[in-house]
């Protein structure tokens, strides 16, 4: 068979492939398979090692799982996906252009909603259900100070969370959204803090900058991106990937939106009842200043 991964314009995924083999696989391989399916892409984007353990066989097996869907190796493997994740996400150039030549009319409404409810169910599919626990744990932790980064486009998810994470835990912050500033907030960070960010394509270097000089310092990062294989992928402690694309010009960030707010709730149940005497302080407070 050929190897997808040299076939640079084949539209053939990695999962088609899977299903196709899955009558053929020896119980290691399985494992392997089974293991891809329940946490695609990411998976296939670590180590053979790692890769190995999170499916219980040997790496051993992994490989030849590889071999068998056609590549000379494990490098090509993951070539393949990595390839894969940037075909699913063109630019809005290249969408403005596809757009041009696509019929008009229908349902449009309808259809752009359909492809956000897609995004949001199989963001939550492949959510690492580790890494969310992680993170909300760590959320939780009043010990833990906390810093919320966005981009361009991310900075207002970063305001939702942080106006959120206010009410329900405190000791949170948002640096300016003047990058020139973002010094001024690293100064403090330590080995205590914890550091959320936000990210998607086009990824910004002044972002990555400020994940890189913050992990130096010894922060923990949560990163919620739009790819496994992100810029800020390789410095994430909890990783959080959701679907950005959309059936439009632009990327959405609805599924990353969602991805946040379960965020909140999880924080929410995890705060308990602390979280109910906080809540009636502030009701206290606000009468007190007559705001709503």
Do not use: C
């Not at 999962?15 to 998976?43: I, K, N, S, W």
């Not at 053979?48 to 066989?57: C, I, N, Y």
């Not at 990062?221 to 959701?242: E, F, M, N």
């Not at 959309?246 to 990353?256: I, N, Y």
Request: charged share 25%.
């Amino acid at each position: 068979m050929k190897s997808p991964a040299r076939d640079m314009t084949s539209d053939t995924r990695i999962l088609d492939l899977v299903g196709r083999q899955m009558g053929g696989f020896t119980a290691g391989e399985g494992r392997a398979a089974r293991a891809l399916l329940g946490d695609y892409p990411l998976l296939g984007l670590g180590s053979v090692g790692a890769f190995a353990k999170a499916a219980g066989t040997s790496p051993q097996s992994v490989l030849r799982f590889a071999a068998k869907l056609g590549f000379a190796g494990y490098g090509a493997f993951q070539a393949a996906l990595k390839d894969e994740l940037s075909r699913d996400l063109p630019s809005p150039l290249e969408r403005l252009a596809a757009q041009g030549r696509r019929p008009r009319g229908g349902d449009v409404l309808g259809h752009f909603g359909d492809r956000i409810a897609q995004n949001i169910q199989a963001s939550f599919a492949r959510l690492s259900r580790a890494d969310f626990s992680r993170a909300a744990a760590l959320l939780a932790d009043r010990r833990r100070p906390v810093t919320v980064l966005g981009g361009r486009f991310t900075q207002a998810l970063a305001h939702h969370l942080t106006l959120h994470l206010e009410i329900i835990r405190g000791n949170v912050r948002r640096p300016d959204p003047q990058a020139a500033a973002w010094p001024d907030r690293l100064l403090d960070l330590g080995r205590r803090d914890v550091v959320v960010i936000f990210d998607i394509r086009r990824y910004q270097a002044d972002v990555r900058r400020f994940a890189e000089a913050a992990a130096e310092r010894g922060a923990e990062l949560i990163v919620l991106t739009d790819a496994a294989d992100a810029p800020l992928a390789a410095l994430a402690a909890h990783l959080l990937v959701a679907e950005t694309g959309a059936a439009a010009v632009w990327d959405s960030v609805a599924a990353l939106l969602a991805v946040s707010e379960a965020l909140i709730a999880r924080v929410s149940e995890l705060e308990g009842t602390t979280l109910d005497h906080r809540l009636q302080e502030l009701e206290t407070l606000r009468s007190r200043m007559g705001g709503g």
